[in-house]
């Protein structure tokens, strides 16, 4: 824990110093944002029996980039993160001891018409990468102590060519000051290509944790456009993962695959009405064949709805990993929001969540559904407040995931009423 504050003393040290000294720096950029909710959970039929709980949760961000020369900057990014040493993660929560983590720590060399490429950039450093809409690898600020590595983009015509490696996770020394044997690594290839509007990708991700049979390899692809000045937009994405699995054993491999579409229009007195519909899928295994199949990759994530639409390879939600949620699930997120004429800087918003497991082998599904009204207030281009009232409904009966006979509101399965209020301010 001494450790973790000092650290974290250190980096918010660091960020002060950049921004007294910005004179010293040919260009200094600061930008961030600032999130408060406040919200009141209201639960029924819990496990525990528990009833209401008022909390407050808070959130910051300050992102720095520094121009050191005409070809090279230098990124850094701090998060407040919960008082948790053994594994900071990037959380709203506030309600204990906050610290700053670095989440992104950088530096860019940027140079066009390098030998044949339009475009050459490279990063070294932690830093985030993520490929489409988060199926496979997605949103790394849920892993700040993780993608220590370094990209290299390459850009010519229509297509673009990115290399991307990481240490995920190492074993070190009980002093720390050393590494011993081991470590967690993901090497990701990715190629880009734009034709007739259409947003074309494919990939191919190696992901390497330590031991003998964990190894495995996704192969993947997906398309994404818009039409119309973006009032029509669609995407789709399909992957392919296999395991490395000792000989004599069950094969075990899996598909994914997510698409969407939306559409925007004006309408009699709205400005502006938005209908929208997204669709993912895990597969589980099948108790009914000798093979596993499974799709469970570390680093997916994507949050639609409230809750139960979240999925993270780390920090939870309905994705199977970790010999969770073996049976894989699908997930299905529908929104409609409108914004009046006469009331432009308000947008009104109600959203239906639909998560089922995959392949149900035993009759039981644990998952939940949720429904939710919202309404957006700006203030400014820049700030925000919003209201939110959400419902969730467990399906089948109440379930404690963990066996530990209390509830998790983020993990389990139980009905709960959330009346959510949120400021926020960007900058």
């Given amino acids: 824990m001494k450790t973790f504050m000092n650290t974290a003393r250190f980096n918010l040290f660091v960020l002060i110093t950049l921004l007294c000294t910005a004179e010293t720096f040919a260009q200094l950029k ?26 407050m949760r808070l959130f910051g961000r300050l992102h720095t980039t520094v121009r050191a020369s005409d070809i090279i900057n230098f990124n850094a990014e701090l998060l407040t993160v919960t008082d948790n040493p053994n594994s900071p993660t990037r959380n ?3 309600t204990g001891s906050m610290h700053y983590a670095i989440s992104q720590i950088f530096a860019e060399l940027n140079t066009p018409e390098f030998l044949l490429f339009d475009a050459t950039r490279l990063r070294v450093g932690r830093q985030q990468f993520q490929i489409g809409n988060g199926l496979t690898f997605g949103e790394s600020h849920y892993y700040l102590d993780k ?5 290299l983009d390459l850009a010519y015509d229509i297509y673009s060519l990115t290399a991307f490696g990481a240490i995920t996770g190492q074993n070190v020394s009980s002093s720390g000051l050393y590494p011993d044997p081991g470590s967690d690594q993901i090497y990701v290839i990715k190629a880009d290509a734009e034709y007739f509007n259409q947003d074309l990708m494919a990939y191919y991700i190696l992901d390497k ?3 003998d049979f964990n190894d495995s390899y996704t192969l993947g692809g997906g398309l994404a456009s818009n039409y119309f000045s973006g009032r029509l937009e669609y995407f789709g994405e399909f992957a392919y993962q296999k395991f490395h699995t000792a000989e004599g054993t069950a094969e075990k491999s899996g598909i994914g695959y997510m698409a969407g579409a ?3 229009f004006s309408w009699g007195p709205f400005k502006s009405i938005k209908v929208e519909s997204k669709f993912a899928a895990y597969q589980g295994d099948d108790k009914s064949t000798t093979e596993i199949e499974q799709f469970s990759p570390r680093y997916p994530s994507f949050f639609w709805g409230e809750r139960t639409g ?5 920090v939870g939600g309905d994705q199977p990993h970790a010999n969770r949620n073996l049976e894989g699930c699908k997930i299905w997120y529908s929104r409609l929001y409108f914004i009046p004429y006469m009331l432009p800087k308000v947008r009104v918003q109600f959203q239906y969540t639909n998560v089922n497991e995959y392949i149900n082998n035993d009759g039981y599904n644990t998952m939940d559904d949720e429904w939710a009204i919202k309404v957006y207030y700006n203030f400014t281009s820049s700030t925000q407040m919003q209201f939110r009232y959400g419902r969730v409904v ?15 509101s983020t993990e389990d399965r139980v009905g709960l009423n959330r009346y959510m209020l949120d400021f926020q301010i960007s900058f």
Avoid: H, Q
């Fill in 30 to 55: 600061v930008d961030g944002d600032f999130r408060l909710r406040w919200y009141s959970d209201v639960f029924t039929d819990a496990m525990d029996n528990r009833g209401k709980e008022n909390y």
């Fill in 92 to 94: 709203i929560s506030g």
């Fill in 147 to 151: 993608f220590d590595g370094a990209r």
């Fill in 209 to 211: 944790p330590r031991g």
């Fill in 262 to 264: 939306a559409y925007r």
């Fill in 310 to 314: 979240y999925v993270n390879g780390e």
């Fill in 394 to 408: 467990p399906k089948d009966k109440d379930f404690d995931v963990n066996n530990g006979g209390s509830i998790s």
